[in-house]
Nanobody, 124 residues
């Protein structure tokens, strides 16, 4: 089992920045590729970004390219999502997830463990 706990969400004005963190425990962190997903009210969960086990590869949804950066610190068992130039449409609950795949994955069903989520609200 892997336990994931997100933090860093909050209320920010459009154009601002937030840094989300996801702390993992329970298993060897570097055994898992990690991803961030989000779900806005009334919408389906969507992929945001992913990073491979050792951070060599990253992959982003088109709508966050150039604005968000995913990174990881394996000794700290933590994955991050730096979100810049935030827009009101980025408002959602953001979830981190862990996958036993080696490389980056963008499909939710390919992830094995999920956190509880952290709310991000961007005001206009």
């Amino acid at each position: 089992q892997v336990q994931l706990v997100e933090s860093g969400g909050g209320l920010v004005q459009a154009g601002g920045s937030l840094r989300l963190s996801c702390a993992a425990s329970g298993r060897t962190f570097s055994n898992y590729a990690m991803g961030w997903f989000r779900q806005a009210p009334g919408k389906e969960r969507e992929f945001v970004a992913a990073i491979s086990r050792y951070g060599v590869s990253t992959y982003y949804a088109d709508f966050v390219k150039g604005r968000f950066i995913i990174s990881r610190d394996n000794p700290k068992n933590t994955v991050y999502l730096q979100m810049n130039s935030l827009k009101p449409e980025d408002t959602a609950v953001y979830y981190c997830a862990a996958s036993t795949y080696r490389d980056t994955r963008s499909v939710g069903s390919e992830y094995d463990y999920w956190g509880q989520g952290t709310q991000v609200t961007v005001s206009s």
